[in-house]
């Protein structure tokens, strides 16, 4: 069956770095694009970007642009969000999930709290 | 970037009431729209894949339309489980946006 699992909560001083990987099993990693999406406390979603495993393209919004990176191992099947100087508003719940169009984002992580304290 | 305005933000509603949530998307998005439902703590689920396209194993009581950039999620009867948040998201090109989120809630 489909899982993408995430890396586990974390606590991140402000102006520090954050990684969530994503590891996905059940399905051929290059097959699907991996979309990140977050969650601040009690808001509503956020688009961030997308990775395509195969070739390892991306499209970041452009919010995020200068201080995101996705990056895929096709050798673990694991997709990395790698966000920089991190501030108290990048508190959330980060999501992955893949996505093949015509459906659309159809398995997602169980989500990872990251916390940015000052 | 397309925007995404979904209405309502809230909705109360009773167990067994038709329910409907629009977003209007601001250009054409040529189908390429989901629905998902997220409840507290938990990733969102999808839905409705194309604008319509009912995903494998939700209740057909949901169902998706659209007229033009105007896009709908019904639920013909609430049941309890469907008390839940709802976003709409258009796929057509980058940046891919969600709508605000609609909260279903108890009446």
């Known amino acids: 069956q489909v899982q993408l699992v995430q890396s586990g909560a974390e606590v991140k001083k402000s102006g520090a770095s954050m990684r969530v990987s994503c590891k996905a099993s059940?399905?051929?990693?290059?097959?699907?694009?991996m979309h990140w999406v977050r969650q601040a406390p009690g808001q509503g979603l956020e688009w961030m970007g997308i990775?395509?495993?195969?070739?390892?393209?991306?499209y970041y919004t452009q919010k995020f642009q200068g201080r995101i990176t996705m990056t895929a191992d096709t050798s673990t099947s694991t997709v990395y969000m790698d966000l920089s100087s991190l501030t108290s508003e990048d508190t959330a719940v980060y999501y992955c999930?893949?996505?093949?169009?015509?459906?659309?984002?159809?398995?997602w992580g169980q989500g990872t709290l990251v916390t940015v304290s000052s | 970037d397309i925007q995404m305005t979904q209405s309502p933000s809230t909705l109360s509603a009773s167990v067994g009431d038709r329910v409907t949530i629009t977003c209007r998307a601001s250009?054409?998005?040529?189908?390429?729209l989901a629905w998902y439902q997220q409840k507290p703590g938990k990733a969102p689920k999808l839905l409705i894949s194309?604008?319509?396209s009912l995903e494998s194993g939700v209740p057909s009581r949901f169902s998706g339309s659209e007229s033009g950039t105007e896009f709908t999620l019904s639920i013909s009867s609430l049941q309890p489980d469907d008390f839940a948040t709802y976003y709409c998201?258009?796929?057509?090109?980058?940046?891919?946006?969600f709508g605000q989120g609609t909260k279903v809630e108890i009446k």
């Open positions: 999930a893949r996505v093949l169009r015509p459906r659309g984002p159809d398995y």
């Open positions: 250009q054409s998005i040529s189908s390429w």
């Open positions: 990775i395509n495993p195969y070739g390892g393209s991306t």
């Open positions: 194309k604008a319509s």
């Open positions: 059940g399905y051929t990693f290059t097959s699907h694009y």
């Open positions: 998201q258009h796929y057509h090109t980058y940046p891919w946006t």
